[in-house]
């Protein structure tokens, strides 16, 4: 299943709820254009809700890094909600679990960008 | 596709992202039938795929001219994968480490590393040209399962 990419406003934040794999040719140009679609905007707070997400590949890895590389360096703040066990496993199996700001429960996400 | 052998299935595919998918297939499709869990399924078909995403993409560059050659058996005791590029060879000792500080964040370079982490043993073998990943996943005996 390709990705899906849902955006909606939380306080502020913008959570994007994303659905399906995170991978080379099905999901990681769409996250990266949502990505830069809000920079571009001057968005600040985003919030990828990855719980539907039921894969991800070492592109789509690496479009998380890029996308808070990007975010940090245009002064925003990507954080990440709801890994399933998959995405989680691999985050930490490459070291990345400790690089994101990761939430298990949203509203304790949005509030952690006050 | 072609089959050659007693239970093993040999695919010569064009170098496009659907050959990856149909790889993929094959390889989740392998990996249930030899039983194995879907964490272990997963983790099988995620090393196959990024194994098939080098040939297409770092092997032979999406080129039309180049094939990627794909094999999967189950011999008994392991699940055994090759997937062989026409590209100009990779030296798997040249490959950055994905988990030193310096490379942490970059957007590239942790395939190999999830091959590695996933599978119980990964062969490289320079085929002049291309290179051939070999990729074996042990399967536990019954005994072991229960």
Redesign the interface.
Known sequence: MALTIASREVDGVTVLDLSGRI???EGSVQLREAIRDLIGKGQKMILLNLGDVS?I???G???L??A??TSKNQGAALKLLNLTK?VKD?LQ????YT?FDIYDDEATAIASYK | MDKSGAGRLQFSLNSTMESVGEVEATADKLAAEAGLDEEERFRLTMAVREAAVNAVLHGNDYDPQKLVTASFENTGKSLVITIADQGEGLDPQSIPDPLAPENLMRGTGRGIFLIRSFMDEVHFRQLHPGTELTLVKHLASPKEKT
């Open positions: 991978t080379l040719g894969y590949d070492s592109s890895l690496g479009e890094v890029s808070f590389t998959k691999v199996l490459t070291k990345l690089v």
